[in-house]
């Protein structure tokens, strides 16, 4: 091209080559509400369905053995071990106290209170 | 040309009309004909489901939205390289040899320049809707592509 080319003729040159045709768009309109959601909101949504299926499904399972006497049984030696277990701690004290002799404790507690009462009477 | 809500006929009309257009713009931005075509797409796919409002000059929006989802594109996409960039400019016969010095001319421009000689040879905007685009005064806009012509020329110039 000629250095001395005007803007006239450079761009009369320029406008000679035209821009490539783009390919089309897709046919059909685009996906649109629900559809357009992305897929990772779909798989969440699923997980989350799933999870509560099994939420449900566990809720639903009824334990308690009723035609099995033996599971029964065993049901109830568990009911009588969470029951022993979740009894107040000031219980398994009793048979402790128990064991000390009562007289002995109502000796101790009568001289505790003789040896102060003349020091109460000064 | 101005518009409200499109209707997907709108759309599709807007493409045949500034598809070309457009496309060399976006490929005045990205590398690679792929990654211009991509971002044209999204641009089209936005309008087609309905969502967007045209508010003013429907060609002016359509390069603002082009340039916005091409630098969006360079933004997520900077590590990759094109594998080829194919051509954007189609030759008339016998100037296949311009056409590729003429790309390759382009393509070593400062980005603002190739923009504006894009918008003003191709899109054929007056440098008044030009520089609706940048958010720039016109004046800016002309002298921009003065510059770029003026580099284009020697880039052109052939080799003594």
Known sequence: MDPNVHDDELEAFLRQFQPAKPSALPEGSPRTGLF??????????????????????????????????????????????????????????????????????????????????????? | ??????????????????????????????????????????????????NTEISGSATTYLYRAVRNAALNHLRDHSREVALSNGAWLESPKGLEADGVALQSALRDLPEEQREIIVLHIWGAMSFDEAAAVYDISPKTAASRYRYGLAKLREKLKPIE
């Open chain 1, 36 to 122: 357009s959601v992305r897929p990772h909101v779909w798989i969440a949504a699923a997980a989350l369905l799933v999870c509560l299926g099994i939420g449900l499904a566990m809720r639903s399972f009824d334990p308690a053995p009723i035609d099995n006497p033996a599971a029964a049984s065993d049901a109830r030696l568990m009911h009588e071990i969470v029951t022993h277990l979740s009894r107040p701690l000031a219980e398994p004290m009793t048979p402790l106290l128990a064991t000390f002799p009562p007289d002995e404790y109502a000796r101790r507690q009568l001289s505790t209170t003789s040896a102060a009462e003349p020091r109460g009477k000064r």
């Open chain 2, 1 to 50: 040309m101005s518009r409200g809500k499109l209707s997907p006929e709108d759309v599709r009309q807007l493409y045949e009309q500034y598809g070309r257009a457009l496309l060399a713009y976006a490929y005045a931005i990205v590398s690679g004909r792929a990654a211009a075509e991509d971002v044209l797409h999204q641009v089209f796919e936005r309008l087609l489901r309905g």
